[in-house]
């Protein structure tokens, strides 16, 4: 049976059934398949994860385990980045090749490398501008950062990584995320006149010579669909609603909103802050629904609200549902392994160059 009929025929299937197909087909595979939840997975496919986490975190758990295949309950670049760091052993799967990330298609390799040489008539960058990519980005750039000296960050070591590469070169092409690498940039103390944004749609990416001259931080024009929804009324409006009510944002959202938040952290971090908080504190929380949600049952004595009146919900992320990941075990059951996530060997060497990077700094 081919996968998507597999998949018709389990969208006819009530989902109680297909809850009981999926406890079975995972006892009965037992150590040979490691489920990966990342945090905004929809609850009844992230109840099922045997490591849950972040983007990096999992990558990470997956290469630590022998299982020989890891499914990878979240988006496109997440497995990708679980299939550099695993051996040559190990099977990825991606349960809905679908599931991609907005941001992460907001710059794509010919853009970068267009970029690079637009800077090159003005500045020689191979000199001068450490590329660093956020996570949430393809492994082609992830592998353009390690040929080029660069580096991966994270939400939660952009910091050390911008201070790492400053160490190194003089300038940084900070992609995709212009939030991330802006707000991360503003703690630091970095002046905005020492700030230019890039548009890969413009020459120069809309700047002028001079500016890319005297810049040291170089943002690209891209955000996360999902946590540029927040604004900072909805922060207005929540403190004026709940007296004494602490504001949680993720370094994703605009720097509007993270200036008005009273924490910004990565998911890891909001979690973390969440539980260490005393009973009674009351948050609301600019980041995806499934995990603000997920925090609310968690911690019944915090009162948590979504910052936004809006629903923002991650769609690709929702589109791992309990059909697609029980159509990834039984196709691992019967042997026909589909939707497997393959890094191509040149580019996969590059990019796991730049992770290491990332990961021996700590």
Not at 100 to 116: I, L, P
Not at 195 to 214: F, H, K, T, Y
Not at 237 to 259: Q, W
Not at 329 to 345: A, H
Request: negative net charge; proline residues 5%; contains cysteine.
């Amino acid at each position: 049976m081919t996968t998507q009929a597999l998949l018709k025929q389990l969208y006819d299937t009530p989902e109680t059934d297909i809850i009981e197909q999926i406890k079975a087909l995972k006892a009965e595979l037992g150590d040979q398949v490691l489920i990966l939840g990342h945090h905004y997975q929809r609850e009844e496919v992230f109840a099922f994860a045997d490591v849950s986490g972040d983007s990096l975190k999992l990558a990470q758990k997956a290469a630590e385990t022998d299982a020989p295949y890891i499914i990878f309950c979240g988006v496109h670049f997440m497995a990708e980045t679980a299939d550099i760091l695993t051996s040559d052993a190990q099977t990825v799967i991606l349960p809905d090749l679908a599931a991609g990330c907005s941001m992460a298609d907001m710059a794509n390799d010919e853009q970068v490398s267009r970029c690079w040489d637009e800077l090159s008539s003005v500045i020689n960058p191979d000199e001068c501008v450490t590329p660093v990519t956020y996570i949430n980005s393809t492994a082609s750039l992830k592998s353009f950062c390690g040929e080029h000296g660069g580096i991966v960050c994270t939400s939660g070591n952009a910091r050390r990584i911008l201070e790492w590469s400053w160490g190194n070169r003089e300038k940084i092409l900070f992609f995709p995320d212009q939030h991330l690498g802006e707000n991360t940039a503003v703690v630091m103390g970095v002046p905005d006149s020492q700030m230019i944004v890039w548009d890969p749609e413009l020459p120069l990416g809309g700047n002028s010579p001079e500016a890319i001259e005297n810049a040291r931080l170089i943002l690209w024009k891209g955000f996360c669909s999902v946590h540029q929804l927040f604004k900072p009324e909805h922060a207005d409006t929540m403190r004026k609603n709940h007296d004494g009510i602490e504001i949680l944002a993720h370094p994703e959202c605009s720097r509007e909103v993270c200036e008005t938040a009273d924490f910004v952290g990565s998911t890891e971090m909001i979690i973390k802050h969440v539980a260490e908080a005393p009973a009674g504190t009351s948050f609301a929380i600019a980041t995806e629904l499934n995990l603000v949600n997920r925090l609310r049952l968690q911690f019944p004595d915090k009162p948590t609200w979504f910052l936004s009146p809006m629903v923002c919900m991650c769609s690709t992320m929702f589109r791992t549902d309990p059909q697609h990941l029980c159509a990834a075990l039984s196709s691992i059951k019967n042997g026909e392994i589909t939707n497997q996530i393959r890094v191509p060997r040149q580019q996969q060497r590059w990019a796991k160059l730049s992770l290491e990077r990332m990961l021996n700094l700590g």
